[in-house]
């Protein structure tokens, strides 16, 4: 089924990611930054992960509760499970968010973080980037061990979501999905080429990403 055009191939693969390491999750699930309307296709999960609490700046978002990702109204060790799905690039202070996930968590518990490297700019407050050697510091430092870290794509997959967001916002709706019908199969030979073994090994073209997703371990 052809995916919306409002729904990039970043947040595709994003979903995928979550959908592989959901079975992590379990207990009380911190949602940071979390909104009440997902903007993916990823539902959370139930059975090991019991309630699903979001924490969002934004009553607008309608949170679970109103507060700071910097400043989480949570006890030391409180919860076996926090999420924080691109949130980073939007806050002044990272590490002190990622600080307040690895205080919140249980010892073992279990994060899933996603940050975007190569992606456009969304908002007037959307402030950082992030490599994976800076997610990794910022991680350890928190006292939480990396499990995993993927990059979201390489080279042809960050080249196909640039010309898929910008298909998207081209005013008229008809030229729009004209368009978007013409450069489909060019979308998907780049999709194609990024799960060639020969990109993988390609230091330049695999040091390209949309972004990261991380399984986190509280020590």
Not at 27 to 35: A, T, Y
Not at 150 to 164: D, E
Request: hydrophobic residues 50%; glycine residues 6%.
């Amino acid at each position: 089924m052809p995916l919306p055009l409002a729904y990039s191939y970043r947040r595709a693969l994003l979903d995928e990611a979550l959908g592989e390491s959901a079975a992590s999750l379990r207990g009380v699930v911190l949602d940071v930054g979390g909104k009440r309307v997902p903007r993916g296709r990823f539902v959370p999960p139930a059975g090991p992960a019991q309630r699903w609490v979001r924490v969002n700046l934004d009553p607008a978002e309608q949170p679970d509760v109103v507060a700071d990702a910097g400043a989480l109204p949570v006890h030391d060790k409180a919860v076996e499970s926090v999420v924080c799905l691109e949130v980073l690039q939007y806050v002044k202070r990272p590490e002190a968010v990622m600080a307040e996930i690895a205080r919140v968590l249980l010892p073992a518990g279990t994060a899933l973080i996603s940050a975007p490297f190569l992606h456009r700019t969304d908002t007037p407050t959307d402030r950082h980037r992030f490599t994976e050697v800076r997610l990794r510091e910022m991680i350890e430092e928190a006292g939480l061990r990396v499990v995993q870290i993927s990059a979201q794509g390489f080279f042809f997959t960050t080249l196909a979501n640039i010309v898929r967001q910008a298909i998207a916002r081209i005013p008229p709706l008809a030229l729009r999905y004209a368009v978007a019908a013409v450069v489909a199969p060019l979308s998907r030979l780049l999709l194609g080429l990024d799960r060639l073994a020969a990109v993988r090994r390609s230091a330049f073209l695999s040091s390209f990403t949309t972004g990261f997703f991380i399984v986190a371990r509280k020590l």
